[in-house]
């Protein structure tokens, strides 16, 4: 067996208020992996203002709406709260 991030799930909290909370996702990415954000794929080519608007316009609380994507071999899960789960597929 192997060890590494397969099984582990990072937990943060984004800010809801953040202008461009997409990039609240890149620096989280690149520091797991040890990089800086500005070395990864720009997030507009994956997620394009997804978040922004999850976050500007939130639907009800019991709707519990989530967006979840795949960036720089993290499994992104995002809440409407902010709340966000990554998890390494490669």
């Known amino acids: 067996m192997s060890e590494g991030h397969e099984d582990e799930i990072v937990h943060r909290q984004l800010r ?9 996702v890149a620096e989280v990415v690149a520091e797991l992996d040890g990089r800086r954000a500005d070395e990864l794929t720009a997030t507009y080519r994956c997620i394009d203002g997804v978040l922004g608007n999850l976050f500007s316009e939130p639907p009800s609380p019991d709707a519990q709406m989530e967006v979840t994507f795949t960036y720089e071999g993290y499994r992104v899960t995002v809440e409407q709260d902010g709340a966000a789960k990554f998890v390494k597929v490669d």
């Open 16 to 24: 809801t208020d953040r202008e461009d909370p997409a990039a609240a």
